[in-house]
């Protein structure tokens, strides 16, 4: 009998190690820390793998994942001039070390997740609305860069407090309510319109400017080609008055030498003046006076053509 009681006290024993044992050991999955509490004070942080825990005493108060974790955020905010902006945001964010400090941090700022993620969101809608309040409904479109710029600065050092590591944030959509989509989609197209109209206008100006240049130049060029022409045709006439009277004067010296009168060569000058109006002339009839007396004055006006004036 006593052997039994001894022998059922030894496996007793033995169940209480073998319990105790398994009760110590403890697995942390990949990609997370244990967070350790001794009668409830933070003790230490239990990395992945097998661990072991003093039995009875230390308990994981906690598991906290270190890896990349994505929340979607959708608010809405008011620009300057009093429009609603809809935002729908993507932040990446991480613990940003696996130190006990940083651990410690994650595992005790806030009293649950769900507390975390509301702080979390608030600091990104405030930090979106306080750049998006001093910018107008038309800017706001082309600052996406800028809003993310400004949240991300913003968020790098509230979630550094908080043991997190912002990775990536990112505006997904930007929307205006539809009366404003509307009434934008109506400033651009007047906006668009005023331009072409300028356009217009520039390329009509450009066009009449270069017609009146170039009828300038047509004009300019024409009185120049016939300035050109009347002084050409005044040297002409001043060349062939000049050898007309050269002629003239060397026929009636010719005339002198040898003894007749000069007289012949303006009878000759006349008579060919006749011949030749009847010849050129468009009529059919000419006219000439046969009074004697005539003839002879008009004779002798000629005479006094051909004679040269001795100094």
């Not at 400017?209 to 300019?220: D, F, L, N, P, Y």
């Not at 022409?229 to 005339?255: P, T």
């Amino acid at each position: 009998m006593t052997q039994f009681i001894n022998t059922l006290v030894v496996v007793a024993l033995i169940a209480f190690v073998v319990i105790v044992l398994i009760s110590s050991l403890r697995v942390v999955n990949q990609a997370t820390v244990a967070v350790v509490t001794l009668f409830g004070k933070y003790r230490r942080v239990l990395h992945p793998g097998l661990n072991m825990l003093i039995p009875f005493f230390e308990r994981i108060n906690r598991t906290v994942p270190v890896q990349n974790r994505t929340e979607q955020l959708q608010f809405n905010t008011i620009t300057s001039d009093q429009a609603i902006v809809h935002f729908t945001a993507t932040i990446i964010f991480t613990v940003s070390d696996q130190e006990s400090e940083t651990v410690k941090l994650v595992a005790f700022k806030f009293i649950n997740e769900t507390s975390f993620n509301i702080a979390m969101r608030s600091a990104v809608e405030a930090s979106v609305r306080e750049f998006v309040a001093t910018r107008k409904q038309s800017e706001v479109l082309g600052l996406r860069t800028e809003i993310v710029n400004h949240a991300k600065t913003t968020l790098d050092e509230q979630l550094s407090s908080w043991g997190y590591t912002v990775i990536d944030l990112q505006i997904t959509e930007l929307s205006f309510d539809k009366e404003v989509t509307d009434s934008m989609a109506r400033i651009v197209a007047a906006t668009n319109q005023k331009i072409a109209a300028e356009a217009e206008g520039q390329a009509l100006l450009i066009t009449r400017t270069k017609a009146a240049e170039a009828e300038g130049a047509a004009i300019r060029i024409s009185a120049e080609n016939e300035a050109t022409a009347a002084r050409l045709r005044g040297e002409g006439l001043a060349m062939f008055r000049k050898a007309l009277a050269e002629g003239m004067g060397e026929s009636a010296e010719l005339l002198g030498k040898h003894g007749l009168d000069p007289a012949i060569l303006a009878f000759s000058m006349w008579t060919e003046m006749i011949r030749d109006a009847a010849r050129e002339g468009a009529g059919n009839t000419i006219f000439i006076d046969g009074n004697l007396s005539t003839v002879e004055e008009s004779m002798r006006r000629l005479q006094a053509m051909t004679v040269a004036k001795k100094p």
